[in-house]
């Protein structure tokens, strides 16, 4: 398992950006499923940006072209860059990373980090 901490959020106004990071515990080279999840108020979680494995990314379809997902295996972060940001955005961002141990596949999760979009 992992442990996972981001950062990075806050007020921000329409058409603007933010960077949010993801400090996992340990190395994250061994852990090629990670990602960016988002949850509204009253809406279910959803992914935002992952790598599905070492070298693909997916991205949600209303992110695409806004947001770019990156990471730094040196440091242990990931990073989620958001740009032309719209109110709909405006969520709680967590990281989430898949990890396997003993054969059993474990998904962690961060306590989130708010992001808000509003004039």
């Known amino acids: 398992q992992v442990q996972l901490v981001e950062s990075g959020g806050g007020l921000v106004q329409p058409g603007g950006s933010l960077r949010l990071s993801c400090a996992a515990s340990r190395s994250i080279f061994t852990i090629p499923n990670m990602g960016w999840y988002r949850q509204a108020p009253g809406k279910e979680r959803e992914s935002v940006a992952r790598?599905?494995?070492?070298?693909?990314?997916e991205y949600a379809d209303s992110v695409k072209g806004r947001f770019t997902i990156s990471k730094d295996n040196a440091k242990n972060l990931v990073y989620l860059q958001m740009n032309s940001l719209k109110s709909e955005d405006t969520a709680v961002y967590y990281c989430?990373?898949?990890?396997?141990?003993?054969?059993?596949?474990?998904?962690?999760w961060g306590l989130g980090t708010q992001v808000t979009v509003s004039s």
């Open positions: 989430s990373a898949v990890t396997i141990s003993n054969g059993v596949s474990l998904r962690s």
């Open positions: 790598f599905t494995s070492r070298y693909t990314i």
